[in-house]
């Protein structure tokens, strides 16, 4: 399907250069007051955003010998041809684009989500990158779920989509079996989801390799942002025939996700033969009681 032509006026852009090196550039009316214009104006928002993705463009930003513009992205979608007029789009850079877009400023695309900064158009990529409004991941451990969402919309798909068990209160008692533990070397299960201090709390159970020996590791991770976890702390406790291991840590932010916690090690990690020993009896079922709190730093 074809896209139309971009409409651009001779008061706006002239084609300028040879074959190889034609590119739009702004008459003198505009370069008189490029940033204020541009702050107020949506026409030259218009002019950086992709006919093909409609995303903004950013450098390299490419054109075809008629001076139609387009991503970088994009160029290598349409097969190196223009998706305006067809022509082949060479290896022609849109200079005078890239540098109206250097005076720009824009805000978050994550601003009908409640962030309200402005950045300078090349560093804006990287604020979105780490800007603390951008939806979650699903932290749903066990598959990769491509939802995501704000904190309360992921709760509610946890619970309805991945029939997690939800609890209120801060401290738990799960009991964990599993028959023929043997034959299960690479796992992972969210076993519940905490509700406390008016935060979410999700609780993890993994089985892995750590080299040559299996094991089992128990970890908690924190439903918002970093900065928010490292005001909880949480301690985990599993044992059985008069003996147990603890656990202390501080929860992990769901930015992290669960395999990045587990090659970290930073949980409770229970060697599968001390496992089965705490789980008594004959020791072909596993049969695991794990326990903790959490509660707030002062």
């Not at 994550?110 to 309200?116: E, F």
């Not at 300078?120 to 932290?139: A, G, I």
């Not at 990769?144 to 738990?172: Q, R, S, W, Y």
Request: with cysteine; charged share 20%.
């Amino acid at each position: 399907m074809d896209i139309p032509e971009s409409q651009w006026t001779e008061d706006e852009f002239c084609a300028v250069g040879t074959e190889t090196d034609r590119i739009p550039s702004y008459k003198s009316s505009a370069s008189s007051g490029v940033k204020a214009g541009i702050s107020s104006g949506s026409s030259v928002h218009e002019l950086l955003e992709c006919p093909v993705c409609t995303n903004s463009m950013f450098p390299p930003i490419h054109q075809c010998p008629n001076g139609h513009t387009l991503c970088s992205s994009c160029k290598q979608r349409v097969h190196n041809h223009c998706p305006t007029c067809r022509q082949e789009l060479g290896n022609i850079r849109c200079l005078a684009l890239e540098k109206v877009a250097e005076s720009l400023e824009l805000p978050c695309k994550y601003q009908h989500l409640g962030c309200s900064e402005i950045h300078p158009y090349y560093s804006k990529l990287k604020h979105e990158q780490l800007c603390r409004f951008r939806p979650y991941n699903c932290p749903y451990a066990g598959s990769e779920c491509p939802v995501t969402g704000d904190i309360p919309m992921l709760v509610a798909h946890l619970k309805n989509d991945h029939k997690v068990d939800m609890h209120d209160g801060c401290t738990f008692n799960h009991r964990y079996v599993k028959p023929n533990p043997h034959e299960v070397e690479n796992a992972t299960w969210m076993l519940t989801v905490f509700s406390c201090y008016g935060h979410y709390f999700c609780l993890h159970f993994e089985a892995f390799l750590l080299g040559m020996a299996p094991v089992y590791m128990a970890f908690l991770r924190f439903l918002g942002e970093d900065s928010e976890a490292r005001n909880f702390s949480y301690s985990l406790e599993v044992g059985g025939n008069g003996r147990k291991l603890i656990w202390q840590g501080v929860p992990r932010s769901i930015r992290d996700n669960h395999r990045k916690v587990r090659d970290s090690y930073d949980g409770l990690i229970i060697h599968r033969n001390m496992a089965l020993f705490f789980s008594g009896g004959d020791r072909q079922e596993l049969k695991l009681r794990v326990t903790g709190r959490i509660w707030k730093e002062q």
